[in-house]
T-cell receptor, first 109, second 114 residues
């Protein structure tokens, strides 16, 4: 079993829909990261959080430390949101990051 | 205000050649991490360096792979005698400190082995 599990693996939705991507982890963490990777492109760090909730534009990330679970939400989704969204956890010592396999999101116009 | 710079963006090598991947961290960052993304797989940690020191290389193959982060200049990931299985995207990230600071990623180097 992977230490960081994401669901769903793939998600196709219509423009405007509310999107939720889930992440569960089984290790102790110092922080949880949400990253965005566009096809053929680099990686952008969206959020780093260790408790509660963070919001940036149409993106919201939440984390429940007790349940070892995080969600990434996208409101009013747009085709340009199409990308792979990666959940990753920092494991404290040296902040070595363990990555989930990613969720491939496709927003249809 | 440049971010993490990796070069080259694409690198093609024949089996048996050497590959050198460079990473210049963000200004002021002294912590560098290298990650590998194999085709259709997630990212995996390879090595964590601070200036002139390897802190954790537990994710790096024992043979043919080496990394350095000299006092001056970029961090280098070196792969000797490359094989087809080394084909992957290699990402570098840098941070201000080891814990509690976000890591900023470069655009990656896509290595293809012929």
């Amino acid at each position: 079993k992977n230490e960081v599990e994401q669901s769903p693996q793939n998600l196709t939705a219509q423009e405007g829909e509310f999107i939720t991507i889930n992440c569960s982890y089984s290790v102790g963490i110092s922080a949880l990261h949400w990253l965005q990777q566009h096809p053929g492109g680099g990686i952008v760090s969206l959020f780093m959080l260790s408790s509660g909730k963070k919001k940036h534009g149409r993106l919201i990330a939440t984390i429940n430390i007790q349940e070892k679970h995080s969600s990434l939400h996208i409101t009013a989704s747009h085709p340009r949101d199409s990308a792979v969204y990666i959940c990753a956890v920092g494991t404290g010592r040296d902040d070595k990051i363990i990555f989930g396999k990613g969720t491939r999101l496709h927003i249809l116009p | 205000n440049a971010g993490v710079m990796q070069n080259p963006r694409h690198l093609v090598r024949r089996r048996g050649q050497e590959a050198r991947l460079r990473c210049s961290p963000m200004k002021g960052h002294s912590h560098v991490y290298w990650y590998r993304q194999l085709p259709e797989e997630g990212l995996k940690f390879m090595v964590y360096l601070q200036k002139e020191n390897i802190i954790d290389e537990s994710g790096m193959p024992k043979e043919r792979f080496s990394a350095e982060f000299p006092k001056e200049g970029p961090s280098i990931l070196r792969i000797q005698q490359v094989v087809r299985g080394d084909s992957a995207a290699y990402f570098c990230a840098s941070s201000l400190a080891s814990v509690g600071q976000p890591q900023h990623f470069g655009d990656g180097t896509r290595l293809s082995i012929l």
